[in-house]
């Protein structure tokens, strides 16, 4: 029996590499897995190669939306920590704001690329998971440098440790929902614009 590796990792794969490349990216994974990897491996790790191979396009296509996410929640931290305020308004609009806009362009440019509306799904939420580790490591050294009794006054004034350390694995939703909807739209500018030039 021919092996294979697993559905959703070539479905994910369909959906996130242009589509012209599709068929080729594709095959060309397929063959390696198949011819070399699965015989001297075994299927299991085969797998996990495979999946590892998939992960290395998602994060090809997202690492730097995801940085740009991640480093907005980092520096929002910093401001909150080390220029407290009392009014927080302008500060949670100008990063929800651009949270947003990171998002979506990210969904828009993988949809577009790749002719799939699901890209912007899985950009959306790879840009939001990715962005995760990187404020949740951001804010992890911040402390470790800045731990002061003013410091952590005036993180407890912003919403507190609890909030700086969930925040950002609570952004996988928004990044699906705003994925999605970029996605959505992508796709059917692509659409649009294909058919207009035929």
Known sequence: MTATPPAWAEVLL????????????????????RDSIEPSRGRRRADWW??????????RRTWLAALLFGGGFVARTALDWRVPTQDFLVRSEVSTY???CILLAVALH??????SAAAGSIAGVATAGLGAIVSLTGAAAMLAFWHDPVTLAAAGMSGGLAEV??????????GLVVGTFGGLVGAACRRAVRASAN
Not at 22 to 31: C, K, M, N, P, Q
Not at 50 to 59: A, K
């Open 110 to 115: 993988a949809a577009w690329r790749s002719g």
């Open 165 to 174: 350390f969930t925040l950002p694995v609570a952004m996988l939703l928004p």
């Open 50 to 59: 495979y999946v590892r191979q998939v992960f290395g396009f998602v994060w």
């Open 14 to 33: 369909r959906a996130i590499v242009a589509r012209h490349d599709g068929d080729a990216v594709s095959g060309d994974l397929l063959e390696a897995y």
């Open 98 to 100: 651009a949270g947003v």
